[in-house]
Nanobody, 116 residues
Framework: QVQVVESGGGLVQPGGSLRLSCAASRSISSIAAMGWYRQAPGKQRELVAVISSTGDITTYADSAKGRFTISRDNAKNTVYLQMNSLKPEDTAVYYC?????????WGQGTQVTVSS
């Protein structure tokens, strides 16, 4: 099993930045991929970004391209989501995922609110 815990959410003004962190309970070098999803009120959960086990392959939702960057530090068993130029429509609960042996493990989520 893998447990993941998100942190770094909060309230930020439009145009601001936040960095989310996701700490895993085991070495993430053994995890196939890790990702970030989000769910806004009244909307379905959607993919934000995914990163491969080696970190050399990343995938972004169109809404995240050019503004968000996913990265991983295997030595710290942590994945990050750097979010810049935040917009009110980025407001959501952000969830970290770990993909291992065909199972997707989800964190509890961290709230990001973009508002003036």
């Amino acid at each position: 099993q893998v447990q993941v815990v998100e942190s770094g959410g909060g309230l930020v003004q439009p145009g601001g930045s936040l960095r989310l962190s996701c700490a895993a309970s085991r070495s993430i070098s053994s995890i196939a991929a890790m990702g970030w999803y989000r769910q806004a009120p009244g909307k379905q959960r959607e993919l934000v970004a995914v990163i491969s086990s080696t970190g050399d392959i990343t995938t972004y939702a169109d809404s995240a391209k050019g503004r968000f960057t996913i990265s991983r530090d295997n030595a710290k068993n942590t994945v990050y989501l750097q979010m810049n130029s935040l917009k009110p429509e980025d407001t959501a609960v952000y969830y970290c995922t770990a993909h291992r042996l065909g199972i997707v493990y989800w964190g509890q989520g961290t709230q990001v609110t973009v508002s003036s």
